[in-house]
Each structure stands twice: as structure tokens, then as C-alpha cells.
């Protein structure tokens, strides 16, 4: 009887040790893909992006924006150059047992950028900071760019070509505004412009006829 | 009286023209566009011990050499995609790190060793040898499916016989 018992625990034993260690689920991210069209210097694109912690325990996660494996190239899109455009906040989050938590992720276009009319991918990569066994998940959302495609704001350098170009040399001019933003003609200051326009004509055109009608 | 009327009407018209344009100002934003899409996979089991290995020689997670193309009873782990939406699937690993360390490579070598992966179906010599940069592993793995894997391992000679240990990394992507 002794004998079955200890046999029954040693089996018990073996039995939870041979049971796989598994990873169910452990987190999920939402939304998987983010479209960014029309991003122009100076511009930049704010998202967030939520986080959902399965696990039954709190969890901390790693989160950063990194080069993709692969990109959408049947739709033009390229590898994103420029990962310091895009800011995490915050790069480490910690959720609490089968609750979510948000990252806000900005893609700012800096001013002086020299990148019209493109197409790239950059990921958005999602890990938990500590996971033990060997096999690890990383799930990344996949962001599409597009940005705007600009008027060259400043005058080009004159083409010198042909033989008679051998050892002469051209500069181009200054710009009058080097530093000049592209003027829409529908930025903000036009509205009000056409506004207050519309209601000093419509003021002139009252008075006149209001003078007419006394004369 | 009509004229002064015609005129008063042609010179609103005029002044409404770039108001009316003024309001089209937001198609010069930038536009975000989400797509609500929930990505999540799970892999079982985590962990696979191989125990000793001997030089010059091939383990594999599941033991023997499994039947070839891979089959389900010769694949160690699945991998479930707990999603929304179908997934790619890449894979990367490290090298080993614990005493002198093994490299990974594709060939073996002195202390450089060669990890492959392959899913079911994949016949042996079509499994993906594992470097340190990702490389597609699972294409389009629809949501609540699950694929089956293995991987091999193939050493060179020793410089130490100290306990290595390396992690493979799954990467899922929406596709």
C-alpha cells in the first residue's frame, strides 16, 4: 500500500513536470496597421496604440519603433529611413493582469526634411521584457507612410553642360526667403482675410446704396 | 436699382470664391488612418531543452530525426494565431551565449554551430537555417490556426563544455 502511494506521487510529480510549458496568448496588440498619408515638413502624426496583457500576471512590456522585416512592396512601399522621426511614449509599459495599456506613437516630419512623394514602412515592435524559455513573441504593428509631395521652394543652381563647361564653376543665387514655408492658398490667414474682406465690401456697397437712395 | 444690385451680388460672389476655398484646407492635413485589427500569437511549448550534445553531430528538438517531409509527430511546437486577422511570421534566434559561446552560422565550425527551422510539410533540406536577422518563416497563418514546427541542431567541434543557451524569436506581423 506504501508502496502504491509513493508510486502515485512520483507519478503526480513526473506527471506536472512533463507537462509543456506554454505561452497561451500571452499579449495581443491593437491596431495591427496604421496608414499615415500626406505627412509634410513640420507635420507630424500622433496614434496610439493598445496593449493587451492576457497574462495573469503583471507584465512589462518593451516597446520601440524599429526597420521592418519586410514591407509592402506590391503597394510601393519601402523601408523607413528615418527612425528618429517616430517617438514611443512611453518605450516601457507595465499592465496589469488581463488589463490593457496604451503607447501614443508620433511620427513628426522635421522641417527641413528632404523626403516628398515616398513610401515606407516602419514597424512599431512589442515584447515583454522578461519571458522565460527559449521561444520569444514579438508582435509589431506595421505603420505606412506617405508624405506630401512638395513644389522645390528654392530656385536651382543653373546647368552648366557641354564641352564649354570645362573649368567653369556656377553658384546659385540666394533665395529671396530661404526659410520660406510653401504659402497655401488656403491657410488660415486667407479665411479670415476673405472674411473680413466680404464684410468691408459688403459695408462699402451698403453705404453707397444707402447714399444713392438719399440723393 | 438693378445695377447696383448685379454689382452688389458680383462682388460678393468675388470675395466668397476664396472663402469657399479657404475650407477645403483640410486636405492639406495629415490624415491617420487605423486599421482595428487585433494581432496575437501564442507558441507551446516555450522551452526545449536538447541535454547533452555530442561533436559533429545533428539534435533535434522532438529527438530522433523526424520523418522527412516534417510531419505533426515530428514537430516539437505550434504556433497559434490568436488574432483577428491572418499573420506573417518570421523568425530569428541568437547566438549561444554561456562559456566561449557558439556562433551562429551556415556551416558548423570550431564553436560555431547551425540552427534550422522548418514547418510541417517542409522537407528537410528546405528547413530555414537561423541567423541573428529575421527571415520569413509562416505566410498568411489565418486567425485560430495553428502551424506546427521543429528545429535542428548541428554543431561543430567544442572549445568548453559548459551549458549554452540561445532564444529564437517568432515575429508576427498583420498581413
Known amino acids: 500500500m506504501r508502496l502504491l502511494k509513493v508510486l502515485i506521487a512520483i507519478g503526480l510529480v513526473a506527471g506536472v513536470l512533463l507537462i509543456p510549458a506554454t505561452a497561451l496568448a500571452a499579449f495581443g496588440i491593437d491596431p495591427g496597421k496604421v496608414y499615415i498619408d500626406n505627412l509634410f515638413p513640420g507635420a507630424q502624426a500622433e496614434f496610439p496604440i493598445t496593449i493587451y496583457n492576457q497574462n495573469d500576471y503583471e507584465t512589462t512590456f518593451i516597446v520601440k519603433a524599429r526597420e521592418p522585416d519586410y514591407t509592402a512592396e506590391d503597394k510601393g512601399y519601402g523601408v523607413f529611413p528615418y527612425l528618429e522621426w517616430v517617438t514611443v511614449t512611453p518605450g516601457r509599459v507595465i499592465i496589469g493582469a488581463s488589463d ?70 556656377a553658384e546659385a543665387g540666394e533665395p529671396v526667403s530661404p526659410e520660406a514655408e510653401p504659402v497655401s492658398p488656403f491657410s488660415p490667414w486667407a479665411t479670415i482675410g476673405s472674411v473680413l474682406g466680404a464684410l468691408l465690401g459688403g459695408g462699402v456697397v451698403f453705404f453707397l446704396f444707402k447714399r444713392r437712395r438719399h440723393v | 436699382m438693378k445695377r447696383l444690385i448685379i454689382s452688389v451680388v458680383l462682388a460678393l460672389s468675388l470675395l466668397i470664391v476664396p472663402v469657399s ?11 491617420v488612418t487605423a486599421d482595428p485589427i487585433y494581432v496575437s500569437i501564442s507558441n507551446t511549448p516555450t522551452s526545449e531543452a536538447l541535454g547533452l550534445v555530442a561533436e559533429n553531430s545533428t539534435t533535434w528538438a522532438i529527438g530522433p530525426a523526424p520523418a522527412d517531409p516534417l510531419v505533426d509527430a515530428g514537430c516539437t511546437f505550434t504556433v497559434t494565431n490568436d488574432g483577428e486577422v491572418a499573420v506573417n ?14 556562433t551562429l552560422a551556415s556551416t558548423v565550425g570550431e564553436a560555431t554551430v547551425v540552427m534550422k527551422a522548418g514547418k510541417l510539410g517542409d522537407a528537410h533540406t528546405a528547413m530555414i537555417v537561423l541567423t541573428t536577422s529575421s527571415e520569413a518563416f509562416i505566410s498568411s497563418l489565418a486567425t485560430t490556426s495553428s502551424m506546427k514546427w521543429e528545429f535542428n541542431l548541428q554543431t561543430g567541434t567544442f572549445t568548453d563544455g559548459v551549458l549554452k543557451t540561445n532564444a529564437i524569436t517568432l515575429t508576427a506581423t498583420a498581413v
Do not use: H
Not at chain 1, 513628426?108 to 512589442?126: L, R
Not at chain 1, 515584447?127 to 506630401?148: P, Q, V, Y
Open chain 1, 100 to 169: 490593457t495599456g496604451d503607447v501614443l506613437i508620433t511620427v513628426a516630419m522635421p522641417e527641413d526634411a528632404d523626403y516628398s512623394g515616398k513610401k515606407s514602412e516602419v514597424w512599431i515592435s512589442f515584447m515583454e521584457e522578461e519571458t522565460e524559455g527559449m521561444i520569444k513573441i514579438e508582435l509589431a504593428s506595421r505603420i505606412f507612410i506617405s508624405t506630401r509631395v512638395e513644389e522645390p521652394t528654392e530656385p536651382e543652381a543653373p546647368a552648366v553642360e557641354g564641352e564649354g563647361a570645362v573649368g567653369i564653376t
Open chain 2, 89 to 102: 511570421i518570421n523568425i530569428q534566434a541568437t547566438d549561444f551565449t554561456g562559456g566561449l559561446g557558439w
Open chain 2, 21 to 31: 476655398g479657404a475650407l477645403a484646407v483640410s486636405s492639406q492635413d495629415v490624415e
